[in-house]
């Protein structure tokens, strides 16, 4: 907020709430003592999440821009340091260095604690370049191969960056071999463990502070699929995992939700389907009809792109081999 005064000078009062003050002031103001050293024309002081400056209009300005860039970079990489706000303050831009760095190491996001979450095979850096082009993506294999977790790291970079207000993250909550009615506790007791991976996800991503902020406020939601019925989703980066226990119309809803500005992500193993006997898996129907349609894609991965320990990838091969060789028994029972 700009306010001018009677003696020209411009008054300026910047919000941080969102961000820890520490990150940002520093143990005892040591941060915001060194910014308050690099502006010696302006007036100053900290006060929670506020800070007040006083100024003539072109000073108040850079100083507004420098310290935007500084809660840009926090908001970014999740902390901010000394060399960082010296960077901020001494260079006009760091776009370029930015880019260069998001090219060359397939960096989609900065985590916590430093954590760099990058696409780490070929088919998840396919994943991140065709999010990047198409309105709609379907990931598609096995367990392990990274799919789930690329797709959260895109929406949190997107939310990030601002291209998007809300993440939506979705699953549809299958009882996968186990009885939902018998589980202990209330509703959301009882769906949270379909939702968990979803939470470590973002867990690795945004400090738990920020992370309980965005929750509370509804900038990220995590629910159950059938929680989406009747919404319109704006200006969001929307997320349906194990979309391989959806049926036809749980999809048609789905992907019917989708509003302006929105992008989303279908992630799914055909090889895992938990729905009842008889009911058909609405993903292969998806898959059929609508990658045909412009703005929407489909990349599969395999057993290369997987990401967790060694005999993971191992066992894999193992089960295509067996559905495999159960495939080859059917047809010649059929032709007997």
Known sequence: MLKQNLNDLTELTLNIEGVDPIDFFGVNNTRFNFIKKSFPTLRMVSRGNT???????????????????????????????????ESILVNSEDKTERKKDKDTNNIIVHG????????????QLLMVKE???????????????????????LAVRALKEKAVRKIILTRPAVEAGENLGFLPGDLKEKIDPYLRPLYDALDDMIPADKLKYYMENRIIEVAPLAFMRGRTLDYSFILLDE????????????????????????TGD???????????????TGLRILSPIEGIATI?????????????????????????????????????
């Open 51 to 85: 800070i007040k400056a006083e100024g003539s209009e072109g000073d108040i300005a850079v100083f507004k821009h420098k310290v935007e860039r500084m809660l840009d970079h926090i908001e970014r990489f999740g902390k901010l340091s000394e060399d960082n706000i």
């Open 112 to 123: 916590n604690n430093g954590m760099v979450i990058k696409a780490r095979t070929e088919n």
């Open 131 to 153: 999010s990047e082009k198409n309105d709609i993506l379907f990931a598609i294999g096995p367990a392990g191969t990274g799919k789930t977790y690329t797709a959260v790291a």
């Open 243 to 266: 979309a391989q226990n959806c049926t036809d119309m749980q999809l048609k809803m789905f992907l019917t939700r989708i509003g302006a500005n929105s992008k989303c992500i279908i």
């Open 270 to 284: 055909p090889t895992q389907i938990d729905l009842p006997p008889k009911v058909n898996s609405g993903l292969f």
């Open 300 to 336: 599969k991965l395999n057993e290369n792109d997987v990401v967790r320990h060694r005999l993971v990838k191992e066992i894999i091969k193992a089960y295509e081999k067996l559905n495999a060789s159960k495939e080859g028994d059917g047809a010649n029972n059929q032709r007997n």
